[in-house]
């Protein structure tokens, strides 16, 4: 565990790492599947946001062991559950008839409106201090570059808070619409993590990363779950005006209690 603390510290991230096997894996398709058939997909895409305080099954995946033991090994042992939402970027295909004869999805240049994630940082979303956050990204689905896996700019974490604007391209998913301009980050470093279905990666809160459109006929559907050390504290920040209304004990105990609307 000292090697991935230390590699994360280095790097920014960490990808790809087990959780899931096959059984707890298809019993969180099927659960999720359900979510799809009652709110549908336009609904799912983006919209399940903290829905582990509704679902059993969603809470037991962020208190899972797995993912416990690696957060542990970066934050240390008394660790907050912040926040969580389902991402689902579903395949967008050509007419029937067409793909009979073609064969293939319909490709996307990035400026037709496909859903992407710009350039961002985690951080510049969350009005917290005193600590770091750490966000999950566990796949549902095979998570690969053709179906806009997740991507990353490798020690940028070590650059502190960029400036972020209005992104310039439709389909934005993040949902304040912000990126960082392109000239900012350093694409040519840029570096993709695939990941199987059962499988995580984690990034710190001021990694620079991003995902392309889903160009392919998989959807690629991931849970997205913070995490920050007890020790961290909400701050009065216009420019980030979040509030923290699912936080929660996810491990170890909580000396500071900075979180008043905390639940155990």
């Not at 799912?44 to 969603?58: D, I």
């Not at 050509?94 to 985690?122: F, R």
């Amino acid at each position: 565990m000292a090697e991935l603390q230390q590699s994360y510290n280095q790097q920014g991230f960490l990808s790809p790492l087990s959780v899931l096997n096959e059984m707890e894996l298809r019993e969180a398709r099927d659960a999720f599947a359900k979510l799809e058939d009652e709110f549908g997909k336009e609904y799912t895409q983006y919209s399940l946001h903290n829905v582990h305080l509704q679902y059993p099954w969603v809470m037991s995946l962020t208190k899972h062991p797995r993912i416990l033991q690696v957060i542990q090994a970066v934050l240390g042992p008394d660790v907050l559950l912040l926040d969580s939402r389902f991402i689902c970027k579903y395949p967008i295909l050509k007419p029937a008839n067409i793909l009979e004869n073609e064969g293939s999805p319909t490709k996307s240049d990035g400026e037709n409106g496909l859903p992407y994630v710009a350039w961002h940082q985690d951080m510049r979303y969350w009005g917290f201090a005193g600590g770091p956050v750490l966000s999950v990204w566990l796949a549902l689905d095979d998570s690969q570059k053709e179906n806009g896996a997740l991507q990353v700019i490798p020690g940028s974490h070590c650059s502190g808070m960029l400036p972020h604007r209005q992104a310039t391209r439709s389909g934005n998913m993040l949902s304040v619409n912000q990126e960082i301009p392109e000239e900012l980050v350093q694409v040519e470093e840029t570096v993709f993590c695939p990941l199987k279905a059962g499988q995580m990666s984690i990034h710190d809160g001021f990694l620079v990363h991003a995902s392309d459109p889903n160009t392919s006929r998989r959807r690629r559907c991931g849970f997205v779950i913070r995490y920050v050390p007890t020790c961290a504290n909400p701050i009065q920040d216009p420019d980030r005006p979040r509030k923290f209304h699912a936080t929660m004990l996810a491990c170890g105990e909580d000396q500071f209690n900075h979180f008043s609307n905390k639940s155990s």
